[in-house]
C-alpha cells in the first residue's frame, strides 16, 4: 500500500512536468508523444522513446498501436503473474516486449550488416516510466524516473553474423555469454535456447550510429473505478561501434 500510495503522488505531480511535443511517426497513424535526440549531441538514456498521448480519449488507441507488432516468439520466454481481488487486478510481466512506453519505430529493420563489430557500451542504466488516470480525469498523468545510470567502463558486445558475445564489466544483472541470435521482425534481439530462438530484447539503430537494446519489465494495477496504473520499467544499454571496425 506504501508502493501504491508513493505511485499515485508521483502521478499527481507528474502534471506539472513540461509537455513533450507531439510528432507523428510514419509507422504509426496515429500522433504519438516521442522523445528526440537533437543533432550532434550524444544520446541520452531516455532518448528515442515513443508514448501514447495523455488525453484518456487517445491513450489506449495509441498503447495498442505501439504494442500492435507483438511476437508470440519473441515473447516465449516472457514471465507473467497475475493478480486478483474482488476490487482491483494487476500484471507483471519480465522478458517482455509489452510496454506503454517503446523504442522509436524508426530505429528497427536496420541492415543486418550494420550490426556486424565490436561495439562499445557508453551508457548502462535502468529507467521507469508510469501512467496513471484517477477517477473523473480526462487525462493521464505521467511521471519518469531515472534508477541507475553508469556511463564509463561498462564494457563490450562483439557481433558477427550469427553469433555475439558480451564482455560486460562488472555488471551483476547480465551474466557474460556467446551465443547465437536471429533479429527477429526487425525488432527483437532473440537467442537460442532449447526449444528455439526466443526473448523480447527490443533493438535498433539511431541515424547517428549508435545501438539500443532495451529489455523491458511491465506492471498494471487497477482498481474498478478508481485508478489504473501502468509501469514499464526499460533497462538499456547504448553502444558506439568501435572506430577499430
Not at 528515442?48 to 495523455?54: F, G, H, K, T
Not at 550490426?115 to 493521464?140: A, H, R
Request: charged fraction near 25%; proline fraction near 2%; include cysteine.
Amino acid at each position: 500500500m506504501e508502493q501504491l500510495n508513493e505511485t499515485l503522488c508521483d502521478a499527481a505531480n507528474a502534471n506539472k512536468l513540461k509537455k513533450t511535443t507531439m510528432n507523428k511517426t510514419f509507422f504509426l497513424t496515429t500522433f504519438i508523444l516521442i522523445t528526440s535526440v537533437v543533432l550532434g549531441q550524444e544520446v541520452k538514456l531516455m532518448d528515442n522513446l515513443l508514448y501514447p498521448r495523455l488525453d484518456s480519449t487517445y491513450w489506449n488507441k495509441d498503447n495498442q498501436a505501439l504494442n500492435a507488432n507483438y511476437s508470440k516468439t519473441a515473447n516465449r520466454c516472457q514471465t507473467c503473474v497475475f493478480q486478483q481481488t474482488d476490487t482491483t487486478r494487476g500484471r507483471f510481466c519480465v522478458n517482455t516486449s509489452l510496454g506503454q512506453v517503446q523504442l522509436d519505430t524508426a530505429l528497427h529493420n536496420f541492415s543486418p550488416e550494420k550490426l556486424v563489430g565490436k561495439w562499445e557500451v557508453i551508457n548502462y542504466g535502468q529507467f521507469e516510466v508510469t501512467d496513471s488516470i484517477l477517477p473523473d480525469s480526462k487525462l493521464y498523468y505521467r511521471s519518469s524516473k531515472i534508477l541507475s545510470e553508469r556511463k564509463d567502463n561498462n564494457g563490450y558486445i562483439t557481433f558477427t553474423e550469427k553469433r555475439f558475445k558480451t564482455s560486460l564489466i562488472d555488471n551483476k544483472e547480465i551474466p557474460n555469454k556467446n551465443i547465437k541470435y536471429k533479429i527477429l521482425d526487425g525488432k527483437f534481439l532473440t537467442t537460442k535456447s532449447l526449444g528455439g530462438y526466443c526473448g523480447a530484447t527490443i533493438i535498433g539503430i539511431t541515424k547517428e550510429g549508435y545501438l539500443i537494446i532495451d529489455d523491458h519489465t511491465y506492471r498494471t494495477l487497477a482498481l474498478k473505478g478508481k485508478y489504473l496504473i501502468v509501469k514499464t520499467s526499460i533497462r538499456r544499454m547504448i553502444l558506439k561501434k568501435s572506430a577499430a571496425t
